[in-house]
């Protein structure tokens, strides 16, 4: 009898530590979920999002030279058909500055407005350009500044007629590229094995070795000062701002699962959210200490891109299959 007891105990300890295992690698489940679903007329996989300087007044651009336009605050969505010939286009980046506007697309493609998106011009680029335009930021009144895939930058402040290059070197082709509000940028390569940064008055990029074994997925600039990264295997980190060079211990926002992480967007200095595979929406309303998953995005069936907030109260999700979420500051939790 004694040996049944031991054994039913040593039973009971192990299905214990095994459910706070599994507990403990599942996020806890977010109170409210401030996204909803917005039915788009297309099935082809997002790219970007911006608004002109009305914001009520918006566009998004995709594959299959896709570019939507909404007038309603991102409500609705329509179509718009552009004059491009019989080429496809794979658009990457779209940039507004009041009325002023660029998209910029694969293969190499440029585009500019300055009446909000009624109308778009086609800026020639020299055949001598490293890679295809890959994004773009409008600065200014006839200045914007673009990157390419494979890490070249370069400004102009006369509507595309000239660029200057800003660094002599581009870094190699890029997984992913990202710019600081005050111009600084930060990119993976292709492979995921090295990042380079760079930002202005030097001459060249950077090359840093990536700090863990893990593979680089995604990187970029918060609002509070740190760098972060994406790793594979769900793997997220954060720069330490008082040292150069230095990261804080790897985590993962939810252990359990195999999802990838692809990115991640401040909505303040305090609260993040990081979006994957699979409808994988997870949230930090502590600076990235703690995570919580908004479950009711689970059954959505895409994998999520990209998250832009154009204010802390104006936000979006983008995904494959024309799949977009639209941040509803109402929803939050008192």
């Known amino acids: 009898m004694s040996y049944f007891v031991r054994t039913l105990k040593q039973i009971v300890i192990v299905l214990a530590?095994?459910?706070?295992?599994?507990?403990?690698?599942?996020?806890?489940?977010?109170?409210?979920?401030?996204?909803?679903?917005v039915p788009l007329p297309t099935d082809s996989t997002l790219q970007d999002v911006?608004?002109?300087?009305d914001p009520s007044h918006g566009w998004i651009v995709g594959t299959n030279s896709t570019i939507?336009?909404?007038?309603?605050?991102?409500?609705?969505?329509?179509e718009r058909k552009l004059e491009l010939g019989d080429q496809s286009y794979r658009f990457t980046a779209i940039s507004f500055s009041g009325d002023e506007g660029w998209v910029t697309g694969e293969p190499g493609i440029l585009l500019h407005t300055t009446d909000s998106g009624s109308s778009w011009s086609r800026i020639p680029l020299s055949e001598k350009l490293p890679g295809s335009p890959n994004t773009i930021v409008a600065l200014g009144p006839k200045s914007a500044e673009m990157s390419t895939t494979v890490g070249a930058i370069y400004q102009?402040?006369?509507?595309?007629?000239?660029?200057?290059?800003?660094?002599?070197?581009?870094?190699?082709v890029v997984r992913n590229i990202s710019r600081s509000d005050d111009g600084k940028y930060v990119a993976v390569s292709a492979r995921g094995n090295f990042y380079s940064t760079w930002e202005p008055g030097?001459?060249?990029?950077?090359?840093?070795?990536r700090n863990s074994?893990?593979?680089?997925?995604?990187?970029?600039?918060?609002?509070?000062?740190?760098?972060?990264?994406?790793?594979?295997?769900?793997?997220?980190?954060?720069?330490n701002p008082e040292?150069?060079?230095?990261?804080?211990?790897?985590?993962?926002?939810?252990?359990?699962?195999?999802?990838?992480?692809?990115?991640?967007?401040?909505?303040?200095?305090?609260?993040?959210?990081?979006?994957?595979?699979?409808?994988?929406?997870?949230?930090?309303?502590?600076?990235?200490?703690?995570?919580?998953?908004?479950?009711?995005?689970?059954?959505?069936?895409?994998?999520?891109?990209?998250i832009v907030f154009l204010t802390p109260?104006?936000?979006?999700?983008?995904?494959?299959?024309?799949?977009?979420?639209?941040?509803?500051?109402?929803?939050?939790?008192?």
């Open 17 to 37: 530590v095994t459910f706070i295992c599994i507990s403990c690698g599942y996020a806890q489940q977010l109170s409210y979920n401030p996204w909803q679903v």
């Open 50 to 53: 911006a608004f002109t300087g």
């Open 68 to 78: 939507l336009e909404t007038t309603d605050g991102g409500k609705t969505w329509q």
């Open 156 to 172: 102009t402040k006369d509507s595309g007629q000239t660029w200057k290059a800003m660094v002599e070197e581009a870094v190699g």
């Open 202 to 209: 030097q001459n060249a990029w950077v090359q840093h070795q």
């Open 213 to 239: 074994s893990k593979r680089l997925q995604s990187m970029g600039f918060g609002k509070d000062g740190r760098l972060w990264l994406l790793a594979r295997g769900g793997q997220l980190q954060f720069s």
């Open 243 to 306: 040292e150069a060079e230095a990261w804080d211990k790897p985590q993962n926002p939810e252990f359990s699962t195999s999802w990838g992480l692809l990115d991640l967007a401040y909505r303040t200095p305090e609260e993040i959210w990081v979006a994957g595979g699979s409808g994988n929406l997870l949230c930090s309303l502590d600076g990235g200490k703690t995570w919580q998953k908004d479950r009711a995005i689970e059954d959505v069936p895409s994998n999520l891109y990209k």
């Open 313 to 334: 109260e104006q936000g979006f999700i983008i995904g494959q299959k024309g799949v977009l979420l639209k941040y509803e500051p109402t929803a939050q939790a008192a």
